[in-house]
Structures are given as C-alpha cells and as structure tokens.
C-alpha cells in the first residue's frame, strides 16, 4: 500500500495556478455570502426588536403561532393578548410575529 503513495507524491505536489488568485475568489464568496444572507437576516432582527419594544395596548397583532388578537395588557417580557371575547392570552413579547393594521379586527 505505501507503494501507492509514493506514486502519487511523485506526480508533482506543486499548486498550479496563482495561489493570491484562488484566495482572493474564497475572499470573493464570503463578501458575497454576508451580503445576500447575514446582512438581510440582520436587519430583519433589528426591525422585529424595534416592532416589539414600540408594542402598546390597543395594537393588533399576529403570532407567530398564529393566533390573531388585540393586545390588552403590556409588560417587560410578556403581555396579554385578547384573541375572543372574555379569552385573554398570556404570551412573550417576542412571539409576536407583526402588527396589524388598525380596525383589521372587528369584534
């Protein structure tokens, strides 16, 4: 079996090409990568963290669940969302997957 090596470490280990060449494509792929996949993804955290934190009472909103509600009580991390008449849900803020808008809900 070390006979098979030996033959193909002697087929030449040396890369062909420009070695800059092959570095500066990977360098090329990865600024390409942030751009069409972590930049967008990154700014859509920041707009759903700015959506939360701006939540009041009155507002109608989604779910990611998808229970569709009015929210009847805001706290730090949680609030309560009214999906019926006289049913009230508790749920984290963070749940919320966007806001509606105004008068969607007539109930």
Known sequence: MDFLIQSAMAGGGEPQGNPMLSLLFMVGILVLFFFLFIRPQQKRVKEHRQ?????????????????????????????????????????????????????????
């Open 51 to 107: 959506m939360v934190s701006e939540l009041k009472v009155g507002d109608e909103v989604v779910t990611n669940g998808g229970l569709v509600g009015r929210i009847a009580e805001v706290d730090e991390s949680f609030l309560t969302l009214n999906i019926a008449k006289n049913v009230d849900v508790r749920i984290q803020k963070d749940m919320i997957a966007r806001l509606l808008p105004k008068g969607t809900l007539d109930t």
